[in-house]
């Protein structure tokens, strides 16, 4: 054998070598690839208890794993409807909103006859309601008033699907007492814009803002405020008909607001921060 030969026979009995040492090393799992999936031989039933186990322990990214497991496996049936629902509680209660939603409506599109719909539903209202699931102890407890209003107005309306769809839901009362407190809260959200506006010297735009929360918001805490900004902002417009206007709706509604003596808030933030 010639030294060519002999040099390509020890490169190609080394390379065979290497390959079947990583192959070895694969196996153990140096790669992540090998790791025994110890839910491999396990039951729907178990698997959906071991994720329950997990969400009870505080362990929400792992039950949702499990939970992701079991779907996979059982892709049709009761079994992937409830690993559904169970993985977007999962996902909320472990402060990842996107898959919670993604999740949501997904079980939606694929189960619109579902019986836990109205849960699905009143789930997906929760999660806008409030990103932070932990931080929320009771209604009004915070306020969403100085937050993007797209996330309240989502929440708002898959309530509002609760007790449309399903009137006599275990959910619906709860689904009427957030929407009561939202409607406060995007009502507050705007006057907020309102206030901004004007203490920046754009009164037309404020009043406009403010008019909407009259229009559309009648009976919120906040249409005082917005009324009142109706009638300072036409006052620094020079429309003196519309001011006249506003104020007798204000004085008729609130004869004793604390406005009339106090005047708008101040506000020192950026146009950039204004729902911090």
């Known amino acids: ?20 040492s ?18 491999a031989k396990m ?29 996979s496996r059982y892709p049709f049936g009761a079994w992937a409807q409830q ?32 019986e836990q719909l109205d849960y699905a539903y009143y789930l997906k209202g929760l999660v806008n309601f409030n990103e932070d699931p932990g ?8 306020d969403l008033s100085e937050r993007d209003l797209k996330a309240a107005r989502e929440a708002f309306e898959a309530f509002r699907q609760v007790l449309v769809r399903f009137p006599d839901s275990r959910y619906a009362e709860d689904s009427r007492a957030r929407m009561r407190y939202l409607v406060n809260s995007m009502a507050g959200g705007e006057v907020h814009i309102a206030r901004f506006y004007y203490n920046r010297g754009a009164f037309l735009a404020a009043v406009n803002r403010a008019q909407g929360v009259v229009q559309q918001y009648q009976g919120a805490p906040a249409v005082e405020e917005a009324l009142f900004i109706m009638m300072k902002g036409y006052e620094k417009l020079g429309l003196d008909d519309l001011r006249a206007d506003a104020e007798r709706v204000m004085k ?7 406005l ?17």
């Open 1 to 20: 054998m010639t030294n060519s030969k002999r040099v390509r026979s020890w490169r190609g009995a080394a390379a065979a070598l290497v390959l079947a």
């Open 22 to 39: 990583l192959a070895g090393l694969g196996g153990c799992g140096i790669f992540g690839k090998g790791e025994i999936d110890r839910t």
């Open 43 to 71: 039951s729907p039933q178990e698997i959906y208890a071991e994720a329950k186990d997990q969400m009870s322990s505080g362990r929400y990214g792992e039950a949702a794993k499990l939970l992701v497991k079991l779907e």
């Open 83 to 114: 690993a559904q629902l169970d993985q977007a509680y999962a996902y909320y209660k472990d402060n990842d909103r996107t898959q919670a939603l993604v999740t949501i409506e997904r079980f939606i599109r694929l189960y619109p006859t579902s």
């Open 135 to 142: 931080a929320m102890s009771a209604i009004g407890g915070q």
């Open 252 to 258: 008729l509604n609130f004869p004793d607001s604390e």
């Open 260 to 276: 009339y003596a106090k005047g708008l808030r101040v506000d020192n933030r950026r146009w950039w921060q204004v729902w911090r």
